[in-house]
């Protein structure tokens, strides 16, 4: 009995994440990716599988690869040029825990706030919450390290603010 009831616990499960919703939306094409970022910047250019548009003041870049079936969106920050070890370290550490869907990178001599996600089943609010993010992972480097406003938890971010938190309520006892 105690043997059938484990099978069953380890079975059960696994055939729960089988079943897959149907979508809701149609497939993401560079075409459908275009005429979101269109909407949000009617400046748009398009250069082949390239989006070059800006947001809250930001230049982005989506780069849409449909043969590989993926998809970058990209925020230049800094050069990368002088990054020390602690720096790399905080970056890391942020894209475990509180970078959220978007992630530090370097390439080309360059820092960058990205997204990336397979083309075809990105929906469009993941596309704009991903997009978010990677702005705010921009805006916040050197500072709070955050794609956004949650933390998902399990690193070392929330060791790092609460030592923040706590500096500055000692400060604050002070004046």
């Known amino acids: 009995m105690l043997r059938a009831l484990c099978f069953t616990l380890i079975l059960l499960p696994g055939l729960a994440l089988s079943q897959e919703t149907p979508p809701t939306e149609p497939p993401m094409t560079l075409e459908r990716l275009a005429n979101i970022v269109l909407a949000l910047d009617p400046d748009l250019v398009v250069r082949g599988p390239a989006l070059e548009f800006t947001l809250d003041d930001i230049p982005v870049v989506v780069i849409a690869d449909t043969s590989a079936d993926r998809m970058r969106a990209m925020v230049p920050i800094a050069s990368a040029e002088g990054l ?5 370290m905080r970056m890391m550490q942020a894209n475990f825990d509180s970078a959220l869907d978007a992630r530090y990178a370097v390439a080309h001599g360059r820092l960058w706030g990205v997204f990336i ?4 089943p990105l929906e469009k609010d993941q596309l704009l919450s991903g997009l978010v993010q990677t702005i705010t992972v921009a805006k916040t480097y050197g500072s709070a390290y955050t794609g956004g406003a949650a933390i998902f938890g399990g690193g070392d971010s929330n060791g790092i603010y609460q030592d923040l938190l706590d500096e500055l309520r000692k400060k604050g006892q002070e004046l």
Do not use: K
């Not at 020390?84 to 790399?88: E, L, V």
């Not at 996600?117 to 075809?120: D, E, G, Q, V």
């Open 84 to 88: 020390t070890a602690d720096d790399m």
């Open 117 to 120: 996600h397979p083309l075809s």
